[in-house]
Nanobody
Framework: VQLLESGGGLVHPGGSLRLSCAASGSVFIMNVMGWYRQAPGKQRESVARITKESNANVSDAVKDRFTISRDNAKNTVYLQMNSLKPEDTAVYYC???????????????WGQGTQVTVSS
């Protein structure tokens, strides 16, 4: 399965962006989908995750500002980012935990990343 992210870019502090991540290829079960981010010189950190039943969790760092959602019919996950701050600047990576064939292994797949820059 391949994950293709879109929606990153440059935004002023207080602005909004919506990231999308579409999975392509044959998938038997698309389980959890989510987002990590990695800022320069920092470790990759979890931002948000959502199960196929749409149970969602977001990190404390983005709580009340970011919302994760998904469209199971399209195997797509979204990250709505509001009230962006300079410290949100990072490369955002989506991931999917999926089973590709019946009785196959559960594995994590990654997108290539999309840059989000928050600056005045």
């Amino acid at each position: 399965v391949q994950l293709l992210e879109s929606g990153g870019g440059l935004v002023h502090p207080g602005g909004s962006l919506r990231l999308s991540c579409a999975a392509s290829g044959s998938v038997f079960i698309m389980n959890v989908m989510g987002w990590y981010r990695q800022a320069p010189g920092k470790q990759r950190e979890s931002v948000a995750r959502i199960t196929k039943e749409s149970n969602a969790n977001v990190s404390d760092a983005v709580k009340d500002r970011f919302t994760i959602s998904r469209d199971n019919a399209k195997n797509t996950v979204y990250l709505q980012m509001n009230s962006l701050k300079p410290e949100d600047t990072a490369v955002y990576y989506c991931y999917a935990i999926a089973v590709l064939v019946r009785e196959g292994p559960l594995r994590r797949y990654w997108g290539q990343g999309t840059q989000v820059t928050v600056s005045s």
